[in-house]
């Protein structure tokens, strides 16, 4: 299994960036999927979560100016970002947790991280 992420970048303050995450392999389904940022020196933490019903969360710092979505057949995650701001700048990691074919629990998945850029 394995989930790529894609566009992230440079971009100005008050700019907009949309991330993608392909998930590939023997996968059954894919439940709980998110996207967490890594600021150098930082744990890890989440920004945003969906469901596989739709439901969503996301970080206070961020609601409102970002969006998750997904696209179960295809097997894709994304994050709309807009507004961006300097503060924003982190590495961003997509992270699925999924019924693998050969493994009999729910486990969690993580791409490899974009790195975002937010220019002031």
């Known amino acids: 299994v394995q989930l790529v992420e894609s566009g992230g970048g440079l971009v100005q303050a008050g700019g907009s960036l949309r991330l993608s995450c392909a998930a590939s392999?023997?996968?059954?389904?894919?439940?709980?999927m998110g996207w967490y940022r890594q600021f150098p020196g930082k744990q890890r933490e989440l920004v945003a979560q969906i469901t596989p019903g739709g439901f969503t969360y996301y970080a206070d710092s961020v609601k409102g100016r970002f969006t998750i979505s997904r696209d179960s057949a295809k097997k894709m995650g994304y994050l709309q970002m807009d507004s961006l701001k300097p503060e924003d700048t982190a590495v961003y990691y997509c992270?699925?947790?999924?019924?693998?074919?050969?493994?009999?629990?729910?486990?969690?998945?993580w791409g490899q991280g974009t790195q975002v850029t937010v220019s002031s």
């Open positions: 992270n699925m947790y999924m019924y693998v074919r050969g493994v009999t629990i729910l486990s969690d998945y």
């Open positions: 392999g023997n996968i059954l389904s894919i439940n709980r």
